[in-house]
């Protein structure tokens, strides 16, 4: 059974950072392709980075040159390096692998 747990979240300063991690159980990391994505209050949820097995990355527009989503094979998890942040970050961020999402971590940025 896949299982993903993410865990990092919490309250920063705007221009801080956070490392967002999920650790996946029931399947590889380094086989599949992940993402992350998150959801504010009232908006739909949104992809903001991903990485495929080959390694190769994308990010949305609004994150990209802040965000870095990487992956340790050995550890089976993901990250999501989140620097400079913004306000406007502030939402709850899930892991995903096709139809398996993890319970979400929040996010929070203060202005």
């Known amino acids: 059974q896949v299982q993903l747990v993410e865990s990092g979240g919490g309250l920063v300063q705007a221009g801080g950072s956070l490392r967002l991690a999920c650790a996946a159980s029931?399947?590889?990391?380094?086989?599949?392709?992940m993402g992350w994505y998150r959801q504010a209050p009232g908006q739909q949820r949104e992809l903001v980075a991903g990485?495929?097995?080959?390694?190769?990355?994308n990010y949305a527009d609004s994150v990209k040159g802040r965000f870095t989503i990487s992956r340790d094979n050995a550890k089976n998890t993901v990250y999501l390096q989140m620097d400079s942040l913004k306000p406007e970050d502030t939402a709850m961020y899930y892991c995903?692998?096709?139809?398996?999402w993890g319970k979400g971590t929040l996010v929070t940025v203060s202005s």
């Open positions: 995903n692998r096709g139809v398996y």
């Open positions: 990485i495929i097995a080959s390694g190769s990355t």
């Open positions: 029931g399947m590889s990391v380094r086989f599949n392709a």
